[in-house]
């Protein structure tokens, strides 16, 4: 007798979501299909299937159609990714801004352009809402200009906890509550649900970069929204036509990466833990951010040229993108958010002394040693300049996750 979906763990629902139908056709490991049409000798009864999903968006009965209409094997990464964030559907997509894309388009369809955001985003997001790439005006607040930013033609609050690149929490329930009938994303990329789950706080929306931890290895790129089904069909719609498809080998490396989701996250998150106490203890650092509900992202501000950090690091990788099994460093004001204006960035907590480190599943101490290391290097040669700034070093944090500390 199979177990009632609603009384299985995370851990269990991250194993066996999206496959609970392999044991009936004889399978274990769920198969690729990489097909892009598929044969049909009923035409009539295609054609209803078509009209059924241009009026509501909804998944075809019967067999697939197209592989732009949607594909069996990223159909199943789907109604995983649903099942862990507590949704009714996820749709996903080539990338985690293709995701937002296709969001920021079904709003805009209804003439609803206005976007109401709080800093900081993800830069390219930042950027996408900035630059009105796609007739969107946006209004940046934070969390208590909510309510008095909406306007008649507000379609999205968006919002980012922890935030990328500083760590910055929000009170996900306060922020919905602020949204009043207005649709809230959430970009819960650095979180995953294995540390929250922002629908059940009151998101209608939930965004992820896929390439990151629900991936897990660096090797595949994806975006995927949990939503309602009401506002997945409008998703599909639009991926459908503006072709935004994610590729099936993708969509079955997403599968695989959910099932060891919850221990590489937490693993991680343990490896992070460690790391920003002796961050937060060492003098040449000024100040480490570290996430309250904690996860596997630090970042913290030298008190030297964080590019000779950069350059340091021999084990470590420096390099954008994050949520691998390997510990990646980068400088977000050179690379991840440089598109966002200077001042917006600073404003936003992300001045030119932050690092960023993405920590992976390595042995904690063989981390440390590559870090020191390269913390030191910007003041080889040059006295004890570690301990001679006038900014004062953070004191010692705790050896569980610290608060974070906003510049």
Known sequence: MDTPIASRALATEAVHAGRDDLARQGLHAPPIDLSTTYPSYDSRGEAARI????????IPDGPPVYGRLGN??????????????????AVAFASGMAALTAVLLVRGSLGLRHVVAVRPLYGCSDHLLTAGLLGSEVT?????????????????????????????????????????????????TFATPVLQRPAEQ???????????????????????????EEFAGRL??????TGGVLHPLAG??????????????????ANA?????????????????????????????????????????????????????????????????????????????????????????????????????????????AGNCATSHSEPAAASAPVAPTALRPS
């Not at 009209?51 to 909804?58: L, Q, S």
């Not at 599909?236 to 036509?241: L, N, S």
């Not at 480190?357 to 904690?364: A, I, Q, R, T, Y």
């Open 51 to 58: 009209d059924a999903f241009a009026d509501t968006g909804a």
């Open 72 to 89: 069996p094997t990223v159909a199943r990464f789907e109604t995983a990714l649903a099942r862990l964030e507590g949704t009714e559907s």
């Open 140 to 188: 940046w607040t934070d969390p208590a200009g909510i309510a008095e930013a909406l306007r008649p033609d507000t379609g999205l609050v968006m919002v980012e906890s922890p935030a990328n690149p500083t760590l910055a929490e929000l009170d996900l329930r306060a922020v919905a509550h602020a949204c009043g009938s207005v649709p809230l994303l959430a970009d819960n």
């Open 202 to 228: 009151g998101a209608r929306l939930v965004l992820h970069s896929a390439t990151k931890y629900l991936g897990g290895h660096g090797d595949v790129m994806a975006g995927v929204v949990a939503c309602d």
């Open 236 to 241: 599909r719609q639009v991926r459908f036509a």
């Open 252 to 269: 079955y490396l997403l599968l695989r990466g959910l099932a060891t989701l919850p221990v590489r996250v937490r693993a991680a998150s």
């Open 273 to 381: 833990a460690e790391l920003a106490r002796r961050l937060a203890a060492d003098p040449r650092v000024a100040r480490v951010h570290y996430p309250r509900i904690g996860g596997a992202m630090i970042a913290f501000e030298v008190h030297g040229d964080p590019h000779q950090v950069i350059s340091g690091v021999r084990l470590i990788t420096p390099a954008v993108s994050l949520g691998s099994v390997d510990t990646l460093i980068q400088h977000p004001a050179s690379i991840s958010h440089r598109v966002v204006d200077a001042a917006d960035r600073r404003g936003a907590g992300v001045n030119d002394r932050l690092l960023r480190l993405s920590v992976g599943l390595e042995d904690v101490e063989d981390l440390w040693t590559d870090l020191a290391g390269a913390l030191e290097r910007p003041f080889r040669g």
